[in-house]
C-alpha cells in the first residue's frame, strides 16, 4: 500500500512543486544576487496556514544550493525559538559557530557579534513564524549583516509589521514580497496526485476520493496531504488493498485532530494561558483576556501582544472571532463544524 512514507509526511520537500511557478520565480530572483556573492534583499513571504510557504522557501534555497557550491542555508522555526537569544543562537548552532557560548550568560549582543565575523559561504536564513518573535529586533540585527539572505515567513503581514518599530518597518516594507493564497481544489488535487503517485501504490485511491479531500480540505495542503496519510496509514494496518470511503471519512477528522493537538502543542506557555482563559470563558472579547491573562501571569506580556497571539490562534484554527473589531469575541473553534468530507 505504502511505497514511500516520507512523501507523505508534513514536512517533505518535493522535488517538484506544483502551481507556484510565479512564487518560485520571484523568490528565486531576489535570493539571485548570493549567488554572485552580493549581498540579497529580504523576501518576506506569507499567507494563510497550508499554502506552501515553508515547502516553497525550502524549495527555492536548496535549487540555489544545487546551482552554486558556496551557498548554505539554515531554517529557523521562530515559533519554537521564540526569544531573540534562541533564534540567534539556533542560527549560530547550525553554522557550528556555539562552542563556548553559554546559554544563560552570554549576551545578544555577542551572538550578533559572531555572526558578524562569521565568514564562511553565504546563507540564506529561513525564518520560519517570524510573527511570532517575542521581539523582533532579532530580524534588524540579522537584515543589517551582507553575508546573510534572509526570509521571512508570516501569515499576515500586518501582524509583522504591527509589533516591529518604525526603522525596521520602513526596511521591511521595501523588502521583496512574496504572498501565497489558498490552493483551489484542482490545485489541491495536482498536489495530492503527486502524493499519491509517489507514496502509494498504484490504484490505492481514486481520483474521485482525491478531489474530496481536495474539497475537505479547503486550500490548505497540509490538511489534505494530512488526510491522505492518515487515510493510508489506516488502510495499510487495516490489510485493505484500497483506501475505502469509510476509511476516507474517519481520515479527515482524525487529520485536523492531530494537526489542532500539533498547533496546541506549538503554543508558548503565554499563548496557552490566553487559549485556556477563552475555553472556560468563551465568547469573550480582548481586554477580558488580556485582564484575566495578566492575573494568571507573573510577568504580561502587552495588550498589543496577546491580541496577535489571538491572530495567530485564528489562523491556526485553534480560536474563532465574531464581531467587528470593536466588539470583537473569541471562542474555541467547533471542530464538528468543519467543512466535513463529503
Ligand atoms: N505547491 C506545492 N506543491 C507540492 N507540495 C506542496 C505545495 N504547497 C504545499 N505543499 C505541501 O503541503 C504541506 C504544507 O505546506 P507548508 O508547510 O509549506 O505550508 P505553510 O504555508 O508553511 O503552512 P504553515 O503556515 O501552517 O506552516 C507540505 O507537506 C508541503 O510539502
Not at 546563507?123 to 551582507?146: A, F, G, K, N, R
Not at 468563551?282 to 496577546?306: F, M, N, Q
Request: aromatic content about 6%; some cysteine; proline content about 4%.
Amino acid at each position: 500500500m505504502i511505497r514511500d512514507a516520507r512523501v507523505l509526511r508534513a514536512g517533505f520537500v518535493p522535488r517538484e512543486v506544483e502551481h507556484r511557478d510565479a512564487e518560485v520565480n520571484h523568490l528565486s530572483s531576489v535570493l539571485e544576487p548570493i549567488t554572485n556573492g552580493e549581498p540579497a534583499d529580504t523576501a518576506i513571504v506569507t499567507g494563510p496556514s497550508g499554502t506552501g510557504k515553508t515547502c516553497i522557501s525550502k524549495f527555492v534555497t536548496e535549487r540555489l544550493r544545487e546551482e552554486v557550491l558556496d551557498v548554505e542555508a539554515t531554517y529557523v522555526n521562530c515559533w519554537r525559538n521564540y526569544t531573540r537569544f534562541r533564534t540567534l543562537y539556533q542560527i549560530l548552532d547550525d553554522l557550528g559557530a556555539t562552542i563556548d557560548i553559554h546559554r544563560q550568560s552570554t549576551p545578544h549582543d555577542e551572538l550578533v557579534d559572531r555572526l558578524q565575523q562569521h565568514d564562511g559561504p553565504r546563507t540564506v536564513i529561513i525564518l520560519d513564524e517570524v510573527d511570532q518573535l517575542e521581539d523582533p529586533s532579532v530580524i534588524y540585527d540579522l537584515h543589517s549583516l551582507p553575508q546573510f539572505a534572509i526570509i521571512c515567513i508570516a501569515n499576515k503581514e500586518e501582524e509583522l509589521f504591527s509589533r516591529v518599530d518604525d526603522r525596521l518597518v520602513s526596511r521591511l516594507r521595501s523588502s521583496e514580497h512574496v504572498r501565497m493564497g489558498k490552493y483551489h481544489d484542482e490545485q489541491l488535487y495536482d498536489i495530492l496526485s503527486a502524493r499519491a503517485k509517489w507514496g502509494l501504490d498504484e490504484d490505492v485511491i481514486t481520483d474521485d476520493q482525491l478531489y474530496r479531500i481536495a474539497d475537505a480540505a479547503a486550500g490548505d495542503a497540509r490538511l489534505a496531504i494530512g488526510i491522505l496519510r492518515t487515510a493510508a496509514g489506516k488502510a495499510d494496518r487495516e490489510n485493505h488493498e484500497r483506501i475505502t470511503d469509510d476509511i476516507l471519512l474517519d481520515a479527515a477528522e482524525d487529520a485536523r485532530a492531530q494537526i489542532k493537538q500539533k498547533s496546541l502543542d506549538s503554543l508558548t506557555p503565554h499563548q496557552r494561558v490566553v487559549y485556556d482563559i477563552v475555553r472556560e470563558h468563551g465568547p469573550v472579547g480582548p481586554s477580558e483576556i488580556h485582564e484575566r491573562y495578566s492575573e494568571a501571569v507573573d510577568d504580561p506580556r502587552t495588550k498589543r501582544t496577546v491580541r496577535t497571539y489571538l491572530s495567530k490562534m485564528e489562523q491556526y484554527n485553534l480560536l474563532e472571532a465574531e464581531g467587528t473589531s470593536r466588539d470583537r469575541e473569541y471562542s474555541l473553534v467547533d471542530s464538528a463544524a468543519a467543512s466535513p468530507m463529503q
